[in-house]
């Protein structure tokens, strides 16, 4: 796995070593956490005969276009169930979408309200008994199995590292960190989300207490960005030549920088970050902007 070292002024001032785990490069299509959150769940779909991958997600979802690449790669179909039934007349306008729709993904948008059921297990009950051969995965693919493979980010060589920090959305990827984190190591998320609701949620998949929510580098919530951020992401890539997606990875990234510069981190501490993949989002990121007419993010 490939790991590049971030040399910046700020960082070198401080004596902190940053280094960026480059999980956006481990596939071509299913980059970041998406591969490890999708590597165990395809194995026990396989193994129980299934042959329709059903899932969940938004418009601009990193987990969509994986699943139905993952499904696929492994001669199976697939369904997403997508946030915003106003979507039904306009999705061929989204490049995420019509990424997943090429890959054979067939869409069922349905309203916000419906979509919050999306963990009732009646209404997935109903979502099963209405597909032949189906295997549900959740909203970005966090499950005990989707935790599993989170887990192997982390290896024997990364015990040196003092801190391990990582963007959340749905909180699975932190949660398989913090269980194959060592004993002295501490672990920091960045929800790109409002709010620590997800303390909850990420308490499902483990019982170490390693780790801490940094609640403050949401930039307004999921799918915001602001000029502040589009500038950020494309100095750090004009200066490290590494790409950042503007729904998770800038936003820790920001956040790990800004919390140096504060001073928030001990004198020579080691900080492994890891970058989730997510660049599909850039091409979709780039054509809200340009309606807002802000900076468009570097490509």
Known sequence: MQTDTIVLPEIKQRDISLHLRREDLTHPMLSGNK?????????EAKKSNCTN????GGA??????????AASANGMSSRGIIRGEE??????????????????????F???????????????????????????????????LGVKGCEEILTTEDRFYDVICCSVGTGGTLAGLSNSAC?????????ALKGDFLKEDI???????????????????????????????NSFKEKTKIP????????????????????????????????????????????????KNLPLLSI
Not at 35 to 43: A, H
Not at 53 to 56: A, D, G, H, N, S
Request: hydrophobic share 40%; proline share 4%; net charge positive.
């Open 35 to 43: 591969f490890r959150k999708l590597k165990y769940n395809l194995q």
């Open 110 to 144: 349905v309203s916000r309200e419906e979509y919050r059921l999306r963990e009732n297990k009646d209404y997935q009950a109903d979502l099963l008994r209405r597909h032949k051969n189906p295997y549900l995965i959740p909203e970005g693919g966090t499950n005990a």
């Open 183 to 191: 004993e002295h190591q501490k672990l920091l998320g960045f929800p």
């Open 203 to 233: 308490g499902k998949y483990t019982t170490a207490k390693n780790w801490t929510l940094i609640t403050t580098y949401h930039f307004g919530g999921y799918g915001r960005v602001t000029k502040e951020l589009v500038a950020f992401i």
């Open 87 to 108: 979507l039904a007349d306009r999705w061929k306008n989204n490049p995420t979408l019509v990424s997943a729709a090429k890959m054979g993904m067939e869409f069922e």
């Open 60 to 69: 601009y979802s990193n987990h969509i276009p994986a699943a139905a690449y």
């Open 244 to 291: 950042l997606d503007p729904i998770y990875t800038a936003k820790m990234m920001f956040g790990i920088i800004d919390m140096v510069k504060q001073g928030k981190f001990k004198k020579g501490a080691k900080i492994l970050a890891i970058h989730t993949g997510g660049l599909q989002g850039i091409e979709g990121m780039n054509g809200i902007l340009r309606k």
């Open 53 to 56: 991958l059903l899932t969940f």
